[in-house]
């Protein structure tokens, strides 16, 4: 079995070119939670011309509603969220430099193409796993729209984070690869 690779957040989208659909890696650095409320009132201060309360150069965004956190933890479960809910926006913001998203689940043609366009990366987190991955989880800190509760945009810092490249910057989607795979076996 191949050596898991380690990447920092902030290197991921200079980095991007290392990465290769079915890659195994863990991350270590600062990810941003938002979903789908998060992600329309992203749009909606960027239709007025606003600065959005993350910075987006680079950025990873992790496609999670962390629960509240238990005593003597700094969150509650935090396992990824259905990622094709946030392809309206995906592009807009991987256009803006987003580096990298973080979720489960296939992904738009258009999202793939500004994934390659913009040389960032689509990772995927193990679904179901929300428990384990807070694990991963150091310090967590509520940056914007605190209103939403759970879907509020988080700071996280990660340690070792496990995840698998889904769409690599070179068009290799993992979902499509697969299929291709399973039906020729058959």
């Given amino acids: 079995m191949a050596e898991l690779r380690k990447f920092r957040t902030e290197e991921l989208k200079a980095r991007s070119g290392e990465l290769r659909c079915g890659d195994k890696i863990l991350v270590t650095g600062t990810v941003y939670t938002a979903r789908d409320a998060a992600h329309k009132r992203f749009a909606a201060l960027l239709d007025e011309g606003k600065e959005l309360p993350i910075p987006l150069e680079g950025a990873v965004i992790y496609y999670a509603g962390p629960t509240p956190a238990p005593e003597g933890r700094p969150i509650g479960s935090c396992g990824p969220t259905t990622s094709g809910r946030m392809d309206r926006f995906a592009p807009r913001l991987l256009d803006l430099g987003l580096g990298g998203m973080i979720g489960k689940g296939e992904r738009s043609q258009e999202v793939r193409d ?62 499509s690869s697969g299929r291709a795979e399973y039906c020729k076996a058959e």
């Fill in 114 to 175: 500004a994934v390659v366009r913009n040389k960032a990366v689509y990772l995927c987190a193990v679904g179901g796993a929300g428990a384990l991955a807070c694990n991963c989880i150091k310090s967590c800190e509520v940056i914007a729209f605190e209103d939403l509760g759970c879907e509020s945009v988080k700071k996280l810092y990660v340690e070792d984070f496990p995840l698998i490249v889904a769409d690599d910057c070179y068009g290799g989607d993992i979902f």
